[in-house]
């Protein structure tokens, strides 16, 4: 069964300048190989895909959007935007509705009701978790941010309003203490990570639908017996540099449909929303264990001469840098 690809975009973050300890500014966190849920044939993107044919099974390219921090009516608030690097702190927010009230109703999508998505600005942190929520719509969850600097958390959701569509809001988190820069790793094709080798096949193109196989191996040995993770084989996020839109990639088949092998290739479709540099976390289980591979990869000119990146007006471009 082909599932179709999801791509949610969150809010741009104004970039905060870096002194010697960070203090007030944006943060995301780091990889952490916790369960994610289990892949929703049934989302309702909250705002129509734009036309156009994308060669993959006649999907539609949805544009970037989430790239702020209320949106469709509701609100993430953010109450602990400030924690410090290193040490184990708490996270806490609430999700509002428009008259202000706390959320209390969702809707339960891939085995949960909110999926947490915290990342670094230099994109070289990441982590998705799965917070708890109190009767009162407060929800929070234990972290432990490796590093100063900023950080961008995404809370993916969708109420349990009728007709309510998924969303996707983002707010900024700062971890204060000594603060170095760091480049984006330089674009591979191979990741390594505990022993496992998982290799990229495929293009990020703007505007343009495209395969991305990524293929797992152990020892020089192919792995055949992946276990599900989230409803399929592996779970892909991507992250574009700059402001971090935030792209939520579904798999191509699942288990037990009939067709789709448990490895060692999982397939995703995905369509960047324009040209740029974009960093790539896989999440893969095997032995029982969650595992994240990373990849730095470049949609349009830079990346394949033969697919520039498309003219302004055309779908995937965007004159302001949020991809609409």
Same mark, same amino acid.
């Given at each position: 069964?082909?599932?179709?690809?999801?791509?949610?975009?969150? !809010?741009?973050? /104004?970039?905060?300048?870096?002194?010697?300890?960070?203090?007030?500014?944006?943060?995301?966190?780091?990889?952490?190989?916790?369960?994610?849920?289990?892949?929703?044939?049934?989302?309702?993107?909250?705002?129509?895909?734009?036309?156009?044919?994308?060669?993959?099974?006649?999907?539609?390219?949805?544009?970037?959007?989430?790239?702020?921090?209320?949106?469709?009516?509701?609100?993430?608030?953010?109450?602990?935007?400030?924690?410090?690097?290193?040490?184990?702190?708490?996270?806490?927010?609430?999700?509002?509705?428009?008259?202000? =009230?706390?959320?209390?109703?969702?809707? =339960?999508?891939?085995?949960?009701?909110?999926?947490?998505?915290?990342? @670094?600005?230099?994109?070289?942190?990441?982590?998705?978790?799965?917070? @708890?929520?109190?009767?009162?719509?407060?929800?929070?969850?234990?972290?432990?941010?490796?590093?100063?600097?900023?950080?961008?958390?995404?809370?993916?959701?969708?109420?349990?309003?009728?007709?309510?569509?998924?969303?996707?809001?983002?707010?900024?988190?700062?971890?204060?203490?000594?603060?170095?820069?760091?480049?984006?790793?330089?674009?591979? =094709?191979?990741?390594?990570?505990?022993?496992?080798?998982?290799?990229?096949? %495929?293009?990020?193109?703007?505007?343009?639908?495209?395969?991305?196989?990524?293929?797992?191996?152990?020892?020089?040995?192919?792995?055949?017996?992946?276990?599900?993770?989230?409803?399929?084989?592996?779970? /892909?996020?991507?992250? =574009?540099?700059?402001?971090?839109?935030?792209?939520?990639?579904?798999?191509?088949?699942?288990?037990?449909? %009939?067709?789709?092998?448990? %490895?060692?290739?999982?397939?995703?479709?995905?369509?960047?929303?324009?040209?740029?540099?974009?960093? /790539?976390?896989?999440?893969?289980?095997?032995?029982?264990?969650?595992?994240?591979?990373?990849?730095?990869?470049?949609?349009?000119? !830079?990346?394949?001469?033969?697919?520039?990146?498309?003219?302004?007006?055309?779908?995937?471009? @965007?004159?302001?840098?949020?991809?609409?």
């Amino acid at each position: 069964m082909h599932t179709g690809v999801k791509i949610t975009a969150f !809010a741009a973050a /104004l970039a905060a300048t870096f002194g010697t300890a960070y203090g007030i500014g944006q943060g995301l966190d780091p990889v952490v190989a916790e369960p994610a849920p289990a892949h929703d044939k049934k989302h309702t993107p909250t705002r129509p895909p734009e036309k156009g044919g994308d060669g993959h099974g006649g999907h539609e390219t949805a544009p970037a959007g989430g790239l702020q921090i209320s949106e469709g009516g509701y609100t993430l608030d953010l109450e602990t935007p400030r924690v410090t690097a290193g040490q184990r702190s708490d996270l806490r927010f609430t999700v509002r509705d428009a008259n202000g =009230r706390a959320v209390t109703d969702y809707r =339960r999508e891939h085995d949960k009701e909110l999926h947490l998505i915290v990342a @670094s600005r230099d994109l070289l942190t990441y982590r998705h978790l799965h917070p @708890s929520r109190a009767a009162d719509g407060t929800w929070s969850i234990p972290v432990d941010l490796p590093r100063a600097g900023g950080y961008r958390l995404f809370a993916d959701f969708t109420p349990a309003r009728q007709n309510a569509g998924n969303l996707t809001l983002g707010a900024d988190l700062a971890a204060s203490g000594p603060y170095r820069p760091q480049e984006l790793p330089k674009s591979e =094709r191979t990741a390594r990570v505990d022993g496992y080798k998982v290799e990229l096949n %495929g293009d990020l193109r703007p505007g343009k639908a495209g395969e991305l196989r990524l293929s797992v191996s152990r020892g020089g040995k192919p792995v055949t017996d992946l276990q599900p993770y989230l409803g399929a084989y592996g779970h /892909l996020v991507a992250l =574009r540099s700059g402001d971090l839109a935030y792209l939520h990639v579904h798999p191509n088949g699942e288990p037990g449909d %009939g067709t789709t092998e448990s %490895g060692p290739a999982i397939s995703f479709t995905a369509t960047a929303p324009s040209s740029g540099s974009y960093r /790539l976390f896989l999440d893969f289980k095997h032995d029982g264990v969650v595992r994240t591979a990373a990849f730095t990869v470049h949609a349009g000119a !830079a990346a394949d001469p033969a697919h520039p990146a498309p003219e302004p007006g055309t779908p995937g471009h @965007s004159d302001d840098g949020h991809g609409h």
